[in-house]
């Protein structure tokens, strides 16, 4: 042997023994340490001198792909926020290992405005793209907008009802309010812009907009700038 040293993925196959095509899948899914350091790609090239080692629970299995939420700060856009999805920020969750190959086609399917934060739903599932892309008119959003300005005096009713906004008929919200500078907004097919529009057609001015939830997904307690993956129990 040179050097060099060979493919990760050939002294995988020769180490447990396993098929070629084994030793890649174990190496995608992050169980195989290099000198205790997880290595991802099967064409490292290892010298006899280094210890390659598989981790507890190792299976030789194909990791599927992964959907991210992601409490984003306000004050950021969607690059902003995909630059946030890193291992240092990852949230606190049993069994939740981060492998690079999970920022692959990674895309945002829930936008929000820049200057809004909350909920955003990044993934590489195209079953969650169609759920909440094409079919995303009939998933509820749940907000909390802190706002200032007098009310118009039927202006709770009229964001209970539908209005146009940007020449489009909005679906009737349920609005209400938390407190004297708070409402609360859910409703379906909500969309960037919207919900500060709708505000400011009854003498309210929006000084902050929190997503809360997408469907049966909640923010919870996800601390602001923190991410973590979706659980396969949870569904939209």
């Not at 002294?11 to 991802?40: H, L, M, N």
């Not at 609005?175 to 709708?198: I, T």
């Amino acid at each position: 042997m040179s050097d060099e040293g060979i493919r990760l993925a050939k002294r995988v196959a020769e180490t447990v023994p396993c098929s070629r095509g084994e030793a890649e899948r174990y190496i995608a899914g992050g169980w195989v340490t290099v000198d205790d350091v997880v290595v991802e790609d099967p064409a490292t090239r290892v010298t006899a001198a280094q210890t390659v080692a598989l981790l507890p629970g190792a299976e030789p299995v194909e990791p599927a792909p992964v959907t991210i939420l992601l409490h984003k700060p306000a004050g950021i856009d969607a690059a902003g926020a995909l630059a946030l999805i890193v291992p240092e920020t990852l949230a606190a969750s049993p069994n939740a290992r981060f492998l690079r190959r999970h920022l692959a086609r990674l895309t945002v399917v829930t936008p929000l405005e820049p200057e809004a934060s909350g909920l955003l739903v990044l993934s590489q599932d195209w079953r969650v793209t169609r759920k909440l892309v094409e079919d995303g008119a009939r998933v509820e959003q749940e907000y909390v907008a802190e706002v200032t300005g007098a009310i118009l005096e039927d202006g709770l009713a009229r964001l209970n009802a539908s209005m146009r906004v940007k020449g489009r008929a909005t679906v009737p919200l349920k609005a209400s309010w938390q407190s004297e500078a708070r409402l609360r907004l859910a409703g379906k097919d909500v969309r960037p812009g919207q919900v500060e529009a709708m505000c400011a057609e009854v003498g309210l001015t929006v000084k902050s907009l929190r997503r809360l939830r997408i469907g049966r997904v909640a923010l919870g307690q996800l601390p602001v700038g923190r991410w973590r993956y979706l659980h396969e129990a949870e569904r939209f």
